[in-house]
């Protein structure tokens, strides 16, 4: 089973063309974030018209992801 790196990059999302971190993620250092409603994020309102889903639901796949399955990659502008 696939481990979490805790990178927060499915924690952003893109709304008009432009790519937003969720409201809720925290930096927790360099390398790691942390959800501030974890326990309660899916279904939460991140933005107007965008909630939190699973990851799995997510349209992309992101870059140095454990649970890449072979879909696009998020856009090169997140990294």
Not at 37 to 51: A, E, N, P, W
């Amino acid at each position: 089973m696939p481990t979490c790196l805790r990178c927060g990059r499915c924690c952003h999302y893109v709304l008009n063309g432009v790519v937003n971190q969720c409201k809720f993620l925290i930096t927790a250092s360099r390398t790691k974030t942390i959800c501030r409603v974890y326990s309660t994020r899916l279904g939460q309102q991140i933005d107007k018209g965008v909630f939190c889903v699973e990851r799995g639901c997510s349209p992309f796949d992101f870059p140095n992801c454990s649970y890449n399955v072979g879909k696009p990659t998020f856009p090169d502008n997140l990294k």
